[in-house]
Structures are given as C-alpha cells and as structure tokens.
C-alpha cells in the first residue's frame, strides 16, 4: 500500500493515504480501527479512482488530542480540511459505522462537496439516554483497559461467525487494528458519539446519489434499520449480504469492491 503522508489540519497531525487519479473517494473508518480496514478497496478500485483513506483523529497513526470528547461534527471538519489541502472540490464519501455517521454529518454540513455517499453498516439514529451512558462507560473502558479488551470482546459482534469460520485470519487482523487503537482517541470519540444528533430527519434532504450496504448477520445494525434509512434517502439503493456482519467491506470483500464499482461506475458514465 501507499506511502502514509501527514497534514495538519484543524490543529491535529492527520494521517493519510492518496492513491491513483480521477473521480476522487473518501473512505472514512469505523471505531475502533483505522484506515487500514480499507485496503481492500485500494487494491481494487485506486487503478480507475482517487482512493483516499486517513486515520481519525485519534485513530491510528494520527494525533490523539488532549480532549475529553470528539464530536462526528469536529471529524466531518477535518475531512472537508482534507478535501481543501488535496485540492479537491468534490468528492465521493463513503463510511462504515461510525464512519457513516460521520459521513452523514459531513453531508449535512458541506452538501456542495458531495459528489455521492455511500452507507455501510451504519444507521442515523442518534443514541437512546441509556445507550449513550453504555457508551460512556465503554469509553472509560478504554482508558482504564487499554483498546485489546473492551475493543476485543466487540470481534464476535463485527464479524459474522462464519466470516471469522471461513477466515480467520480476518479476525486476527481485525483485533490487531483494535489492539492499536489509542485508548484516549477512542474514549472521546465513543464519548462525542454519545451525544450525536438524531440525522433520520435530515436524510430526506440529500440529494446526491447513495448506495446503503448491509449484512443480514450485522449485530449492530439490523437489515430492518438499514433499510428504514436508505429508504428515507432519496436517490438511494440498497445492497444486503448474505450471512455478513458489521464489516462487510472485509468479510466480502469481492462482493462490495463489485457492488461499489458498479455504483461508481454508473456516476462517472
């Protein structure tokens, strides 16, 4: 993969990667991982796209800030930073979990960067009172544990069973990212989170072509809630896999990069 670059944006080292030419994608993570999640989509599309992938603000190599809490709007800030330091008016925003959301809140504050959105495994719903306290108390986990444990007993839940069955060296890969995870970057983001808004009411009001991808085995977003979303998006399609989890840009690697260039290719055409 591509060599790591770095930029300072918004006051905070951010680590990138920007790989290839033409019609430009921002890949956004999910917690607790970082940009590596997305090599496989590097590998397939950056000989026909700009694949750009970055580490969250306290994510991966980049800087953790010195901040209690992070919110999806202060990441939605640096990735239209991103987008002005590489020269790019417009670009595809694709995220997963937690990086849906913060795709979507980057939508609703620069809708005229938006060429097209792409949803996986995520969902707009802003947290119940008592999610929100679970999700607190999961970010002083993460401080008081370290990333390994908390971040660990999350893996039967990221990965459909027979994903972890068929490989599991994903698995391995995919604990390893969470091991990494800078406890303190991770905590303010789960703690940001837990006070995000409701984006439901605001989805009527993209109007960029969006594709939702989900996992029937998802156990953190269900094929009900998936499909609520996309349909409240209006130039939306909907993609569903079989027996995949919270990840299915990993579990099904193949199937996505073809769902995704098929999507890609139908803009550029």
Known sequence: MSTQNFA???????????????????????????????????????????????????YGASEVPAVESTTLETMAGDINALLDHLGIAKAVVAGLSM??????????????????????????????????VARRAMADRFVNEGSAIPGGEMLPKLLARSSIKRGPALAVTVFTMIAHTPPAGAAAALRGRSQRKDYTPTLKYITAPTIVFGG??????????????????????????????????????????????????????
């Open 8 to 58: 300072n944006l918004n006051g905070v080292s951010l680590a990138y990667r920007d790989i290839g030419s033409g019609l430009p994608i921002v890949f956004i993570h999910g917690h607790p991982f970082n940009q590596s999640m997305w090599d496989p989509q590097i590998s397939a599309l950056s000989g026909k796209y700009r694949v750009i992938t970055f580490d969250l603000r306290g």
């Open 216 to 269: 029937t085995e998802d156990a953190y977003t269900s094929v009900e809630t998936i499909t609520r979303m996309q349909q409240a998006i209006p130039n939306s399609q909907l993609r569903i896999f079989d027996s995949i989890g919270h990840m299915p840009n990993l579990e099904a690697p193949d199937q996505f990069n073809r769902e995704l260039e098929g999507f890609l290719s139908a803009l550029t055409s």
């Open 99 to 132: 990086g849906g959301q913060i795709a979507m809140a980057f939508g609703e504050l620069y809708p005229q960067r938006l060429a097209a959105l792409v949803l996986a495994a995520t969902f707009s719903e802003a947290d119940s009172p008592e999610a929100a």
